[in-house]
């Protein structure tokens, strides 16, 4: 399912301006540990997490992820902002639970 | 391509790893040892940022048949290399696994990429890590090439 398709069903905020939301979501990853993610989550997943601060942008861009979604309202500083931009990292939020969003996620990619 | 990595520099922690792996993608390394490559980099800069005293580096080679990663610091050293090996065995300060970090996988994450791991450490010298990342997705194509 492209990424455009996932923000409008689960009503996801886009902080990134230059999105570049036309790529595909394989699946998805919920973790706060990023060595974890680094190992478990598969390229194009959708990465669910509470961690909003520059290294996270560093992961998504080496472990290949679709993007970057904020949980439980978190919000991207101005330095991942900066970071995820040139990087072509797509940032998303959105004030729902890690636990909720996952499940909806799910829901929309297997239902 | 050598890349000094600065100890405590958490700002811009991933970054050297994100530039290496897009140094190899146009290098013509193939996507799946340059993520390799790239994940084996990140957790070696962010050992350098939270662990070393004084920083290190990280040199990437390209071989025809590898991609090879050193890692290199002058210290502390590791005392026992098969306990820092162990999962979830961690040192992090809080500072670090706050922001996620320090989750006992590093060196494991290295190793699982990696065809060939190699590790040396030695108290008050410091700690160098040898990866050999094998471009494998580079051999398939050749092959197919050939046919």
């Known amino acids: ?111 | 391509m050598k890349h000094t990595i600065r100890a405590g520099d958490v700002a811009h922690g991933g970054s050297a790893s994100a530039r290496i792996k897009m140094e190899l993608i146009q290098a013509g390394v193939d996507a799946t040892t340059a993520r390799r490559a790239g994940i084996v980099a990140f957790e070696g800069e962010m050992n350098l940022i939270v662990y070393s005293d004084n920083g290190g580096t990280i040199s990437v080679a390209v071989k025809p048949h590898a991609v090879v990663i050193d890692v290199v610091d002058t210290g502390p050293g590791i005392e026992d290399i098969d306990l820092a090996m162990t999962p979830g065995y961690s040192t992090a300060p809080d500072w670090a696994t706050d922001l996620g970090f320090g989750a006992g996988m590093g060196l494991i994450n290295m190793q699982k990429h990696s065809d060939r791991f190699e590790i040396h450490s030695q108290i008050g010298t410091g700690t160098a890590i040898q990866c050999w990342i094998e471009r494998k997705g580079d051999w398939a194509m050749k092959r197919q090439e050939a046919s």
């Open chain 1, 1 to 111: 399912m492209k990424l455009a398709r996932v923000i409008e069903h689960l009503s996801l905020e886009v902080f990134t301006s230059s999105a570049n939301i036309d790529q595909e979501v394989t699946g998805g990853y919920c973790g706060d540990l990023l060595s974890h993610v680094l190992s478990s989550a598969a390229p194009g997943n959708l990465w669910i997490t509470i961690q909003h601060h520059t290294n996270v942008v560093a992961v998504a861009q080496v472990a290949e992820l679709a993007a970057v979604l904020l949980a439980d309202g978190k919000q991207p500083n101005e330095a991942m902002l900066e970071r995820a931009s040139a990087g072509r990292i797509v940032l998303l939020g959105s004030s729902n639970s890690a636990f909720e969003i996952s499940g909806r996620l799910r829901q929309l990619l297997t239902g």
